[in-house]
Every structure is written in structure tokens, then in C-alpha cells.
């Protein structure tokens, strides 16, 4: 299992990541934009955090409930 935080500092540590589409600052904070290697979501914001399972999906693991 492999799991990065997203902390808005570590955007090259994010584009390595196969699950990456795109990485975007806003108003509001950096956005990451996920592709299908993901199967619970399609963005993921600072304080989030991205978890690779033994099956080789990425999921989001929410810093809270949206």
C-alpha cells in the first residue's frame, strides 16, 4: 500500500503518482484532478489524502466529509 497527503507543497511528488491527471491552483487551493486509476473520485484537494491498494486502484481518503 503506498499513500501520499496532499499538502500543497509536494506538487512534483503528485505529478509522479500514475493516478495524476492534472494539478491546478485556484482561489481556493490547489486542486488535483485524478484519472480512472481512481475509484472514488476525480479531485483531490489539500489535506486529502491519495492510498494505492494492493489491487493497484488509488482511492481518496477524504480529510472530511464533503
Do not use: P
Amino acid at each position: 500500500m503506498q499513500e501520499i497527503k496532499i499538502t500543497g507543497k509536494n506538487i512534483n511528488d503528485l505529478w509522479n503518482l500514475e493516478c495524476v491527471h492534472s494539478v491546478i491552483k485556484t482561489s481556493e487551493g490547489l486542486v488535483v484532478e485524478l484519472n480512472h486509476h481512481v475509484t472514488n473520485g476525480w479531485v483531490a484537494r489539500v489535506g486529502d489524502i491519495l492510498r494505492r491498494n494492493d489491487n493497484g486502484k488509488w482511492e481518496i481518503i477524504r480529510k472530511y466529509t464533503r
